[in-house]
């Protein structure tokens, strides 16, 4: 039963992540892991903001828009913009 739930968070991490990530115009140096806790963050956002709002059945798309959001200032973080990454962090 733990595995089951462990399976159905990386799933739902990746596929939220993914969308998310596609969203977003240009190549993301984001790494599978990154892409999923992404995704489960923005799931968990999502997750409150309906506990606050109420129920809609737009949760699929709620998450990956609060996702998205977060793939966006990751971008700005690194110095890029809407359409532009920006550099990855150095590797030493």
Known sequence: MFFEA????VLTGLLVGGMARL???????L????????????????L??????????WS?????L?????VYFIRR???GSLSDPGRPPRRY
């Open 60 to 64: 699929l798309a709620l998450a990956v």
């Open 77 to 79: 973080s690194r110095g």
């Open 31 to 46: 790494t599978i892991g990154q892409t999923i806790l992404i995704g489960l963050a923005g799931a968990a956002i999502a």
């Open 6 to 9: 462990l399976i159905w968070l």
């Open 48 to 57: 409150v903001l309906q506990v606050i709002a109420g129920p809609t059945p």
């Open 66 to 70: 609060v996702a998205t959001v977060i």
């Open 23 to 29: 969203a977003l115009p240009g190549k993301d140096p």
